[in-house]
């Protein structure tokens, strides 16, 4: 099972390679000017939930009235929830961007933005139609050696934000191979002091600059190398995000000085047979360009340390349970927070439920769920 997947990672390194390390953008965006098309190529299989009901062989913790769904899930408690993708949590309120003051200047496109000197880019994802008011923000990162394109078909999230009435930022990495600066990993250009912290904050600003955004319902999500990138925003950038999720990705910051200035809602999603970055922990097999292999933590103890952080109860209960996937949850922990972990049973380095590379077909619709979570959660 491991030789299987480190041959299909090594075919897959060699297709996103091949593609170049720049930023292609979607199909939905030219590489500059304005389209309102749609690459969603890669929801394969994804079903767009409604405010009604998000429940895919799962029972929402939106909708305490049911007991188990026809998955194997168990309703966590009603009061972790924290409004559905139109409207904020009632606490707070949503947190209009100055994009919102004037006619919106933005539209679906690969666009530039200069950080600390260097020329970046970002493909910017508007959902389809003309939604009213301040939306919801996902900042979607690529995995090591990936694109912002190659990210929007993995997921295929460019349906569900349409529907949903939700933006997508999916940010480019730099070098060569392309990385993110999380902490250990991945390329020798991390080890360096490159801020990518700071240039996703900078995209997160160019957005709500030019487009209408409830800051209080911005998110991080990513695979891989971007999902070790979500950990680091979640320990070290938190102030921004109101919830984050890692896809098959690790804490490489060091998890003893995670400390998020507000109960940060977690999801993991992670597969037992994954070669690259292991479950239980370790060195792993990637190969890592200049620099020595990082030691991951295992997924219990990244789990642990956010479940401590949120104060949340000691048990779990069944959020997830269908054919491979098995999620946990641990909630509602403080200020309505909530820490989730899915477990692919045989499951290798890949978006479960995704398309294309590192795609593996699984009954978890990992886009779908992280949706599904996110949009529960706003900043206190």
């Known amino acids: 099972m491991v030789r299987l997947h480190i041959k299909r990672f090594a075919a ?21 000017g304005n389209s309102n098309g749609d690459d969603s190529a890669g929801s394969s299989g994804s079903t767009s939930p409604s405010s009604g009901d998000d429940r895919d062989a799962t029972t929402s913790p939106d909708d305490s ?28 309120g949503p947190r209009p961007s100055a994009g919102c003051s004037g006619t919106s200047s933005a539209a679906s496109a690969t666009l530039n933005l200069t950080f600390g000197g260097v020329a970046r880019t970002y493909d910017l994802h508007l959902p389809s139609g003309s939604p009213q008011g301040p939306r919801p923000l996902v900042v979607n990162l690529h995995p090591y050696t990936g694109t912002s394109g190659g990210q929007a078909q993995l997921t295929g999230m460019n349906t569900l ?130 620099r020595p292999t990082p030691v991951f933590p295992s997924v219990a103890d990244e789990i642990a340390t956010f479940r401590m952080r949120d104060s949340c109860p000691s048990a779990s209960t069944v959020y997830f349970n269908q ?19 899915c477990t692919i049973a045989g499951g290798g380095h890949s978006w479960p439920g995704g398309a294309g590379a590192f795609s593996e077909t699984s009954a978890l619709d990992t886009t779908q769920q992280i949706w599904t979570f996110l949009k529960r959660h706003s900043l206190p």
């Open 12 to 32: 897959a390194l060699l297709l996103l390679t091949g593609c170049g390390s720049g930023s292609p953008a979607p199909s939905n965006a030219a590489s500059s």
């Open 65 to 92: 009235s049911d007991a188990a769904s026809s998955g194997g899930g168990v309703a966590p408690d009603a009061s972790s929830s924290h409004g559905d993708a139109g409207s904020s949590d009632a606490s707070t």
């Open 161 to 290: 934000a349409d529907s949903e009435g939700f933006l997508i930022a999916y940010p480019q990495g730099l070098g060569s191979p392309t990385d993110w600066n999380a902490g250990a990993c991945c390329s020798a250009a991390s080890e360096g002091d490159r801020d990518d912290v700071g240039f996703l904050d900078a995209v997160i600003d160019d957005v709500a600059a030019k487009s209408c955004v409830d800051l209080a319902r911005v998110y991080a999500i990513g695979f891989s190398n971007g999902g070790m990138m979500t950990y680091r925003l979640a320990c070290q950038d938190s102030a921004r995000f109101a919830a984050t999720a890692s896809v098959s990705g690790s804490a490489t910051v060091p998890l003893d000085t995670c400390e998020p200035t507000h109960p940060m809602p977690l999801l993991h999603v992670h597969g037992t047979a994954d070669p690259l970055v292991p479950y239980d922990g370790g060195a792993g097999g990637l190969p890592i360009s200049g």
């Open 323 to 341: 054919s491979d996937a098995h999620c946990d949850h641990w909630g509602p922990c403080k200020d309505g927070s909530e820490v989730i972990q």
